[in-house]
């Protein structure tokens, strides 16, 4: 024979009461959490795709059972706290009142976990106590919380992996309305900026899933934000860069002045010298140098920064061009200067051997030194004399003075 358990005391029902209240404010401050949560209006926007559509339809599903369990909790506590209050000795009718509130399984929930009022709302797939209730809902809304942080968490990295390109491609664009001219041209900002929004957008609808913006895209308006950087710096830089090139275009001037003295020379001294014309690159690079000032002034300035590297590459370019011819000049002449020291060496040789008379060695000499001493000189010519005579002179050391 089963016996009815003894309903709560006065003490334990107080307790109970005072616990629950506890936690239903707990609740209650979790669940004013999740409503205002900035990621549940996301959440119920729709468009989601991915692993957040899934994440949105199990917090929905799971915000909705927590509101029907929290207004059950908030009537049953209510109920529970106005029979308490009736007497503030409450009689044994009134406490085996609050022990079913307090302990028994009493509020019906569906295999979903909505909680069912009435039996017109179906049979109930299972009971749970008010105190197992409030257990419940503290810990899934904690969870649910917990989920919408994680939400907002996703939906901000994709903010600030977008944030920096879109700071970017503003900059970009503010900096080249500031140049003025042509720092644009060519630039498709608002397409750039139309596929970033567009990205942006798509990765919004799985911001759990989703990854930054496209490689791609990021390379294409670093580029744009690189080339108005660019052209921003050669605006400031221009006029120390106009005055560095003018600078080298006189070092040009001279250097092919020096050049056109030593081939002058080279070509009156050397018989067939071989040698190229001196170019003349000043003129062009001034005309050049002239023209870079009128695309600075219509701001111009992609054009300017072509034709401001054509004149560098073309100032280093006469300088090496003047440069070789000079050293291929001088060459010809220091190569006649070595062949007159070799030959008065060999001479000084002769000399101390008693050689300087020999008939034959004398007319080896005298061959060497008119070609060397000839104006214009021939050179090959010139170096096969002076070879006869050295090797001459050497096969007379070798065999002895006949």
């Not at 506890?22 to 991915?50: E, K, N, T, W």
């Not at 529970?80 to 022990?99: D, F, I, N, W, Y």
């Not at 920096?164 to 500031?178: E, F, G, I, R, W």
């Not at 798509?202 to 390379?219: H, K, N, Q, T, W």
């Amino acid at each position: 024979m089963s016996t009815t358990p003894p309903p709560m005391s006065r003490d334990e029902v107080d307790r109970a009461i005072v616990g629950l209240v506890a936690v239903y404010d707990r609740i209650s401050a979790a669940m004013f959490v999740m409503d205002a949560h900035p990621a549940l209006v996301l959440l119920r926007g729709g468009g989601l795709r991915g692993r957040t559509a899934e994440v949105a339809k199990e917090v929905l599903a799971a915000v909705e059972v927590l509101w029907s369990q929290f207004a059950a909790l908030g009537a049953q506590l209510d109920r529970a706290k106005a029979v308490r209050a009736e007497r503030s000795r409450p009689g044994e009718s009134e406490l085996r009142v609050l022990t079913s509130v307090l302990r028994h399984p009493i509020v019906g929930l569906s295999a979903s976990g909505m909680v069912l009022d009435t039996l017109a709302a179906g049979t109930p797939a299972s009971w749970q106590t008010v105190p197992g209730l409030a257990d419940d809902l503290e810990t899934v809304a904690a969870e649910v919380v917990h989920a919408l942080s994680e939400v907002e968490a996703a939906s901000g990295r994709i903010a600030a992996l977008y944030a920096q390109p879109s700071a970017t491609l503003a900059k970009a664009s503010a900096d080249a309305a500031n140049l003025g001219g042509d720092a644009l041209r060519g630039s498709d900002v608002d397409g750039l900026a139309r596929k970033l929004g567009d990205a942006q957008a798509e990765a919004l609808g799985d911001p759990i899933g989703a990854s930054g913006p496209p490689p791609a895209l990021v390379s294409e308006i670093d580029a744009l934000a690189g080339r108005i950087a660019g052209l921003a710096e050669l605006r400031t830089a221009y006029p120390e860069k106009l005055r560095i090139l003018t600078i080298a275009v006189g070092e040009v001037a001279e250097a092919e002045a020096g050049a056109r003295k030593v081939c002058d020379l080279a070509l009156t001294k050397i018989a067939n010298a071989g040698l190229p014309p001196v170019p003349d690159a000043v003129g062009g690079l001034r005309a050049h140098l002239a023209q870079l000032g009128q695309l600075q002034r219509e701001g111009r300035w992609l054009r300017l920064a072509d034709e401001l590297s054509i004149v560098e590459r073309s100032v280093s370019q006469a300088m090496e061009q003047a440069a070789h011819l000079y050293e291929a000049a001088d060459g010809l002449l220091q190569r006649r200067t070595e062949l007159r020291g070799r030959l008065d060496a060999y001479r000084a040789r002769a000399g101390r051997m008693g050689l300087v008379e020999h008939q034959e060695l004398a007319a080896k000499h005298r061959a060497a030194q008119d070609l060397l001493y000839t104006s214009p000189c021939d050179l090959p010519a010139a170096t096969r004399a002076v070879v006869a005579y050295q090797r001459y002179l050497n096969q007379l050391t070798e065999r002895g003075n006949p």
